[in-house]
């Protein structure tokens, strides 16, 4: 299999991260997303809707979403546990996850892809036809990653991760999310001390760095 | 548990659908999102994202993603399965799960919160902030849910169902996603003879009337 991978891009960080928690290699190949190869006519071919990482099996099957690479890795090695155990755990995994991912990294990136000269003409992520960046969706951008930042805190003056009492991938999305939201030159406030204790925590793990 | 539900809302339905499926009952209650209940104190301080559907678990704990709600009753009730049974088969209907729900349903919902009048102000989805409609949003979210089409015609000329040879949770997106789409006078063309085939079939299972 091949992971189709930009070492720069928040979401295939979150999946080379979800990897090295359960120490697993995979073979790599860098697109180059600031220069546009994955919408150039040979990425598209592979994958149509032009979205990295991507994970290509052995038999052709392509996985384009984060969550399902991770997903499928998550049942290949399912130790250490980064979904959880039962159904109440998989569920709230699963929606913290989706929180972080569509409320926090969504939000970042709507702002990032709509003020960023290089994805001029391309503010849709993955797709081939131009898409205009709107100064409007930066400001909405940032109000939505602001309104993130309050939520993420509030849970975590209630648990010590994002997701409960345990590191999983709702930390990973939540983590790279956050990082992200630099780029733009977002930061929490100085009020959010649970994010502050929470995020050193997690920037001292090792495949933090992956 | 109870489920907090609004019969016309698309996401709400994706959830009543897949629990018709396994034959689950749950307690409802219904929330006016057309009249904004969804945003007010009451509701926000149950669930600050705003957002139905939404499960509390008997325990207090809120589960406000439609697909972790699924997630949660999977677990509960494998059978008939609807997310998949190894590791491939549930990476694959969580990668097309997704990309009905990314791609389809939220295009489309990005073209009907942008332009339906009663969402004035109320342009992201359970956000009590004021966020206006742009019109210029609607154009593309159009451009994207005909470009979702494209991508679910050209699968079903080589799948029978979304996520493979079986029904799953898949279907079920994507196909209140192109129902979603009707409200905003989007239709697949006439050359979508796949999506025509599979769309019919689907229409046929009694649990679409959930």
Redesign the interface.
């Known amino acids: 299999m091949i992971l189709y991978d930009f070492e720069k891009a928040p979401n295939a960080r979150r999946v080379r991260w979800f990897l090295a928690e359960k120490g697993i290699t995979v073979e790599t190949r860098q697109v180059d997303l600031l220069g546009g190869e994955n919408i150039g006519p040979e990425y598209l071919a592979m994958n149509?809707?032009g979205l990295i990482p991507t994970l290509k099996?052995d038999d052709g099957?392509v996985?384009?979403?984060s969550?399902?690479?991770c997903?499928?890795?998550e049942?290949?090695h399912p130790e250490p546990n980064l979904l959880g155990r039962?159904?109440?755990e998989?569920?709230?995994i699963?929606?913290w996850q989706?929180?972080a991912e569509?409320?926090g990294l969504y939000s970042a990136a709507l702002a990032f892809r709509n003020s960023t000269p290089v994805f001029a003409n391309r503010a849709?992520p993955g797709?081939a036809?131009p898409?205009e960046q709107?100064p409007?969706?930066v400001e909405?951008g940032v109000?939505?990653t602001r309104?993130f930042f309050n939520?993420l805190d509030?849970r975590l003056g209630e648990t010590e991760y994002v997701a409960g009492d345990r590191f999983t991938i709702a930390d990973i999305t939540a983590f790279v999310a956050l990082n992200f939201a630099r780029w733009i030159k977002l930061s929490p406030d100085e009020k959010h001390t649970n994010i502050a204790r929470w995020f050193e925590a997690v920037s001292a793990r090792p495949a933090s760095r992956a």
């Open positions: 149509p809707r099996l099957t996985i384009d979403e969550v399902s690479i997903r499928y890795f049942e290949l039962d159904a109440k998989k569920a709230v699963d929606c989706r929180r569509l409320d849709v797709c036809e898409t709107l409007v969706l909405r109000m939505l309104r939520l509030t």
